[in-house]
Every structure is written in structure tokens, then in C-alpha cells.
């Protein structure tokens, strides 16, 4: 369903594993980052009512998962750490489009959106098939349904708004860059890393 050119090893449960909670840490900052990517994106296309509303409820979603996560952090005795740069994320930026129509970018804007949602719900799949603790594999098998309506969401609207972009093309340019840089992660106990 999601397109992903490679699948996370599921061995990179077992060094997430070895850190509960710095996974848990780097979790609930992806968490607020999605949140905040929504009300972005809402913001600069509020001209569009659908944008607002369905990127509104994204933006409160994610951020009951943040919440979420780190009520899960605190009932273990963890802390919260400082929000941490996510290298991913900051790759897949990179590909953005830098010229073209406003529209143009803003369909890019949904098209990384849709790819990290991806992603996300991949990643929590293979958590919730392989981590030992129960508690958080169920956590996680709940949230990766949420992802997966958050990346179809992110899809959707891109191909109703795409009067100038081959939408379908351009996602599979995303996919094929993404199954490029993707290699070089899935060594660390976070999220993306």
C-alpha cells in the first residue's frame, strides 16, 4: 500500500530496544513536528476549507500522540529529553522542489508530508510486530492505522489540488529518492534514524 522502495529490517527493533527511551524521546518530538508541519501547511493554503479542516484535526491528532508518548515516558520513570534534529526529515527536505508555481510547492509540501507519514507508519508496524513489550507493541499498532489515514490524507489532497503537477509521477520521483536515502538509516534507536 505505501510504495516504499525498502522495508525496515526488523533487527532495528532489537537497538530500539536497548533504549526505550530515547526512542520514546525521539517519538514524541516526531510527533509535535507533524503537528507542526500540519498547521504550516494550513497556514500558508487557507484559502482551501478542506485544508484547514482535515489538517486542523491532523495538527490536534498528533498532538494528542505526543501526549500520549509522553505519558507513556513519564509512567516509566523516563524524562523527556530535548527535541532532537531528525537527519530524515532534513534529507527528504532537500528534495523539495526550490522553483515552479506556489501550487507547485504546495503540492511538494503534501507529497514530503504523505512520504514521512509513510514512513512513520512502516516504522511503527515493524515496532508493533517485533518489540517485546506488549504494551508498547499495541501502542504502537494503533498509531500506525492513525499514520497510514495521515499519509492517504496527505495523498488525497495533493491530487485535488494538483492543476499543474503530475501528481502521480512526482510521488513516485519521492518514492525512488526516498528508497535512495533510506539506506543510510535504521542503524539508530530513533524513529527515522
Not at 508541519?37 to 485544508?51: F, G, K, P, Q, R
Request: aromatic share 10%; hydrophobic share 35%; proline share 1%.
Amino acid at each position: 500500500m505505501l510504495g516504499l522502495k525498502l522495508l525496515t529490517d526488523p533487527r532495528w527493533v532489537n537497538i530500539s530496544e536497548g533504549n526505550l527511551e530515547e526512542i520514546l524521546t525521539d517519538h514524541a518530538w516526531c510527533e509535535q513536528k507533524a503537528a507542526t508541519n500540519a498547521i504550516t501547511i494550513l497556514t500558508y493554503n487557507s484559502e482551501h476549507e478542506d485544508i484547514v479542516t482535515q489538517l486542523t484535526e491532523i495538527a490536534i491528532e498528533e498532538m494528542q500522540h505526543f501526549q500520549m508518548v509522553h505519558n507513556i515516558i513519564k509512567a516509566r520513570g523516563y524524562t523527556l529529553g530535548r527535541e532532537r534534529r531528525d537527519d530524515y526529515v532534513g534529507q527528504l527536505i532537500k528534495f523539495l522542489k526550490k522553483d515552479g508555481s506556489r501550487n507547485q510547492s504546495f503540492i511538494d509540501r503534501l507529497l514530503l508530508a504523505a512520504m514521512i507519514e509513510a514512513r512513520s507508519c512502516e516504522r511503527f508496524r515493524v515496532l508493533s510486530e517485533n518489540i517485546k513489550d506488549e504494551e508498547l507493541a499495541k501502542f504502537y499498532r494503533e498509531l500506525m492505522i492513525s499514520e497510514a489515514g495521515h499519509y492517504t490524507t496527505f495523498l488525497k489532497l495533493a491530487k485535488k489540488y494538483a492543476t499543474d503537477v503530475d501528481v502521480d509521477k512526482r510521488w513516485k520521483q519521492w518514492l525512488d529518492y526516498e528508497g535512495e536515502i533510506i539506506t543510510n538509516y535504521g542503524k539508530k534507536e530513533t524513529i527515522h534514524g
